[in-house]
């Protein structure tokens, strides 16, 4: 299966915006690239997913490198409940069904 | 929206016992998951079920049993409990496998002395 790699932890000021970083060099033609959070004593929460082009919804922005071999969540204004631990995940039909959660980024905010 | 629904929240159990988590969801979703959650670490799927009717095992399978009993429903049973499986255990549905994404519960935290 595809991996992916993560900083550990990232810290950001509030209403500033961030990028968070994944590397998926190994990435398949089929694998979406996912992006879920967790907040403290929550379940994941899904933020967005991609194929290959750049994406927008009203929680984040997910943009993909053009060799699709890593990929920048970007959150536009950092909000104090934006802190949580930001996974990046590869999924497709063939990796048996199910998402492959690594440690993620550990996001502080400051205000 | 209730969207996944998990029972209980909170569970102590003694080593050997047994017990049954329970997981529902509201979305008509065809495939479901169970994954636990070990302190600091990242979820690891336990079972899934692509689509009513089947199961698979997924990366930690072993000390666990898991039927899906309808659409609706999947459980997942600890038949003899082992300290080793102190965890957080979160269930999570999706339309269809791999490309959509999926809708959490919001776990439970199971300690076993």
């Known amino acids: 299966d595809a991996k992916t790699t993560q900083p550990n932890s990232m810290e950001s000021n509030e209403e500033e915006p961030v990028h968070l970083p994944c590397n998926h060099s190994?990435?398949?033609?089929?694998?979406?690239i996912h992006w879920y959070r967790q907040l403290p004593s929550q379940g994941p929460e899904y933020v967005i997913h991609g194929l290959t082009s750049n994406v927008n919804n009203r929680m984040a922005s997910l943009a993909i490198a053009e060799d699709r071999k890593s990929s920048t969540l970007i959150l536009h204004r950092a909000t104090l409940r934006d802190a949580a631990v930001y996974y990046c995940i590869l999924g497709n039909s063939n990796s048996g069904y199910a998402l492959n959660f690594g440690k993620g980024t550990s996001l502080l905010v400051t205000p | 929206n209730a969207g996944v629904t998990q029972t209980p929240k909170f569970q102590v159990l003694k080593t050997g016992q047994s017990m049954t988590l329970q997981c529902a969801q509201d979305m008509n979703h065809n495939s479901m998951y169970w994954y636990r959650q070990d302190p600091g670490m990242g979820l690891r799927l336990i079972y899934y079920?692509?689509?009513?009717?089947?199961?698979d095992k997924g990366e930690v399978p072993n000390g666990y049993n898991v039927s899906r009993l309808n659409k609706r429903e999947f459980s997942l049973r600890l038949e003899s409990a082992a300290p080793s499986q102190t965890s957080v255990y979160f269930c999570?549905?999706?339309?269809?496998?791999?490309?959509?994404?999926?809708?959490f519960g919001d776990g439970t935290r199971l300690s076993i002395l």
């Open positions: 079920s692509a689509s009513e009717g089947t199961t």
């Open positions: 190994t990435i398949s033609g089929t694998d979406y």
């Open positions: 999570a549905s999706s339309e269809w496998a791999g490309r959509q994404p999926q809708h």
